[in-house]
Nanobody, 126 residues
Framework: QVQLLESGGGVVQPGGSLRLSCVGSGRSFDMDAMGWFRQAPGKRREFVASVSFSSINRYYSPSVKGRFTVSRDNSKNTVYLEMSDLRYDDTAVYYC???????????????????WGEGTLVTVSS
């Protein structure tokens, strides 16, 4: 059974930092683009960041660029999201996703990923 499992969510103060992890199991994700989407309360799910299988290409939503960093470790089947300078409007459920043979460039416009995690909640609150 192929699964993506996120961890690292929690409550953080504005301006704080948090690191999310997503571990894939059931198959290798070496040839998949991987990354993150999020869904805030009452809003549609939106793209956050993606990284190609080689880590050469990385893409970010304008709202997080310069504050968030996506990375991956193929030896661990894991993708990370380092989040800093967190804001109230970063509060959301963050979902990990994988796109077989994709490079991550279409993720801002297309959410038909091959695999999804169940999400981890990030709450920015004072």
């Amino acid at each position: 059974q192929v699964q993506l499992l996120e961890s690292g969510g929690g409550v953080v103060q504005p301006g704080g930092s948090l690191r999310l992890s997503c571990v894939g199991s059931g198959r290798s994700f070496d040839m998949d683009a991987m990354g993150w989407f999020r869904q805030a309360p009452g809003k549609r799910r939106e793209f956050v960041a993606s990284v190609s299988f080689s880590s050469i290409n990385r893409y970010y939503s304008p709202s997080v660029k310069g504050r968030f960093t996506v990375s991956r470790d193929n030896s661990k089947n894991t993708v990370y999201l380092e989040m800093s300078d967190l804001r109230y409007d970063d509060t959301a459920v963050y979902y990990c996703a994988a796109d077989h043979l994709g490079d991550g460039s279409s993720w801002p416009y297309y959410q038909g990923m091959d695999y999804w995690g169940e999400g981890t909640l990030v709450t920015v609150s004072s």
